[in-house]
């Protein structure tokens, strides 16, 4: 069975980057649906049931063909999610030397990475993510794909679904975006970095 983890943090602990409500609208309902409709597809598999989410996510292929829509769904779903709230923090937090060594050896600078991460949020058509990869690459997925999928894990993922910012934003996304920033957890993305 797999579980809706706790937030390191409070609701509205990133306002007013992103409210409480959309933050409790978005973890205790939305992920929390991922959750329940991983389990229910995995109901009659006990022991898919206990595998890691990266690893379902990694063999969708080899998963049972009434499955797989939904696991790569709503296990996407559940992986991402998981992500995304840790790769926040209140008042965001820096970048090691290390990985900011990186992102300037790609990039020129933060800035820059920065400025085209975004750019490529704002050229997600409809609902999915963008990611920062291990390579120092920027790459997007649509709905709730994830790059795990192809092996890699993602050191940084933003959501752009609606979902995450209607509330607060409307149809506006670059301003999201741009609040966002502000609430970047660099520290966990720099321990994750130097994982992979
Ligand atoms: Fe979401």
């Known amino acids: 069975m797999f579980k809706l983890p706790e937030l390191d943090y409070e609701y509205g602990a990133l306002s007013p980057a992103i409210s409480a409500d959309i933050m ?36 969708l292929d080899e998963l049972p063909e009434d499955i797989r829509t939904a696991v790569r769904n709503n296990g ?7 992500l995304f709230w840790k790769v926040m923090t209140p008042g965001g937090s820096q970048p090691t030397t290390e990985l ?8 020129g600078d933060l800035e820059t990475f920065k400025s085209n ?5 704002l050229g997600v058509f409809g609902s999915g993510w963008v990611w920062l990869l291990p390579d120092m690459s920027i790459t997007t997925t649509p709905n709730q794909d994830s790059p795990i999928s192809e092996g890699v894990v993602p050191l940084l993922g933003l959501d752009v679904w609606e979902h995450a910012y ?19 957890n660099w520290s966990k993305v720099s321990e994750l970095a130097q994982k992979s």
Do not use: C, M
Not at 36 to 43: I, P, T, V
Not at 44 to 59: C, G, R, V
Not at 76 to 82: A, K, T
């Open 24 to 59: 409790q609208l978005h973890h205790s309902k939305h992920h929390q649906t991922y959750v329940d409709k991983l389990n229910a597809a995995l109901e009659k598999y006990p022991d898919l049931q206990n595998q890691p989410i990266e690893d379902l996510l990694q063999t």
């Open 76 to 82: 996407g779903g559940h992986y991402n999610h998981s």
């Open 100 to 107: 900011l060594g990186k992102i300037n050896q790609e990039y």
């Open 117 to 121: 991460f975004t750019q490529a949020a």
């Open 166 to 184: 209607y509330l607060d934003y409307k149809n506006v996304r670059p301003d999201y975006i741009k609040a966002w920033w502000g609430v970047v």
